[in-house]
């Protein structure tokens, strides 16, 4: 078992499981197929499968270690709970969600039973039902665990404590998808403070808030906002690259609403940072500035070329905003190559008759036709204008 324990610790997890289903069965044959020892192993396989992401099999083996502990602990012990969060767990991932969400009030009834209405524990039984209940659309459910998450982790840790951030962040989340944009963007900024105040400037995470309150401010359409917090973002996740791995001669220049930067000395390429590229481009596009936009949506076709290859869907979608920026510009040339690009990596990865790649098609037409109708009808104006100064 400790064995097994130790390749789970370093990522190791095909030997984990390896060693953790020998385990099981020397158990099997030794004990009595209800003897708690058989619940560790099956504890430590669902783990593992969970790590893998292999969901049915998690559930598999976490429901065999339930079984056991129902017959040979109390009802309330921890480990029964923790049990039911565990599956809970899985099934959010297999985005089954009325049974996540039945898996987590069983444990978060034990919790309140044995813990109380105030314990940490039970903060975090809320703060997941809430998240279950976001991914269902179930905004008001999701707020109100959310919100009863955070009054225990105020009361308990204190204002300044990362899972009261957490709180906040969770609740701009759902704030913004209920597009009440300023809500959002109060508890973007609570959850901001906290992280700066306990993280410092260039944490990671504090560069997820800025690009979150972006985010918000592209909703609202204050675009000079947006760009200011992905600018904020971007250039903390691009020194963190760099801190990470070798120290190069660079500089990050942030001027006005645009960003100059050196992608020869940004050092290893990563996808968050084609992430920012394309959420930048995406605002100057909304701004009328589309030469801004056109560089950000190449910066990011260039580092994704790196990351995906050719044939990626996060290359057909550069291409695609690439060619919708071009088209805005009148360089149809380009779009049209851009477009096209687009629709061949679309073909390959969803098929030619993917309805979406269908679509796409008839769309392109409809522009092709639009365009030769255009062009037809400015020569017949042309030539009645000719025909009326020659005659009249």
């Known amino acids: 078992m400790e064995l097994g324990i130790d390749s789970f610790n370093i990522q190791n997890l095909d030997k984990a499981i390896e060693l953790f289903r020998f385990s099981l069965c020397i158990s099997l044959q030794t004990l009595h197929s209800s003897h708690i020892d058989i619940s560790k192993s099956c504890d430590w396989l669902g783990r593992t499968y969970n790590k893998k992401g292999e969901y049915d099999k998690a559930v598999e083996y976490y429901k065999r270690s339930l079984k056991v502990k129902l017959e040979q602990l109390e009802p309330d012990h921890y ?60 905004y008001e459910k999701t707020i109100e665990y959310y919100e009863k998450s955070l009054k225990i982790r105020l009361d308990k840790l204190g204002l300044d404590h990362l899972d009261v951030a957490t709180s906040y962040n969770n609740l701009g989340y759902v704030y913004k998808e209920k597009r009440e944009y300023d809500k ?64 190069y001669d660079k500089s990050i220049e942030c001027y006005n609403n645009s960003l100059k930067i050196d992608l020869n000395n940004l050092g290893p390429n990563h996808p968050d940072i084609t992430a920012l590229y394309n959420d930048l481009g995406f605002v100057y596009k909304k701004k009328g500035e589309y030469d801004k936009a056109i560089e950000c949506f190449e910066k990011a076709l260039k580092i994704n070329k790196v990351i995906f290859g050719d044939l990626d869907e996060n290359i057909e979608e550069c291409c695609w905003n690439l060619g919708l920026a071009f088209k805005e510009v009148g360089e149809k040339k ?24 269908s679509i796409r098609k008839i769309r392109r037409l409809l522009k092709n036709a639009k365009y030769k109708i255009k062009k037809f009808i400015n020569r017949v104006e042309e030539k009645v204008d000719l025909f009326l100064l020659e005659y009249f």
Do not use: Q
């Open 79 to 138: 480990d029964i709970y923790s049990l039911y969060h565990n599956l809970g767990l899985v099934y959010d991932c297999k985005e089954e969600y009325d049974k996540a969400i039945e898996c987590y009030d069983k444990s978060l009834k034990i919790k309140l039973d044995k813990l109380g209405h105030d314990h940490p524990e039970v903060a975090t039984s809320y703060n997941n039902l809430g998240l279950v209940y976001r991914r269902k659309g179930e």
């Open 334 to 357: 380009m779009a049209s190559k851009y477009f096209e690009e687009s629709w061949k990596i679309f073909s390959v990865i969803s098929g030619e008759w993917n309805e979406r790649t």
């Open 184 to 247: 959002a963007i109060e508890y973007y900024e609570k959850s901001l403070n906290v992280k700066l105040g306990k993280l410092g400037p260039d944490h990671p995470k504090v560069a997820t808030s800025y690009n979150n309150l972006g985010r918000v401010y592209k909703k609202k359409r204050e675009y000079d906002k947006a760009i200011e917090y992905y600018e904020k973002s971007l250039e903390i996740r691009l020194s963190k690259l760099e801190s990470g791995h070798r120290k």
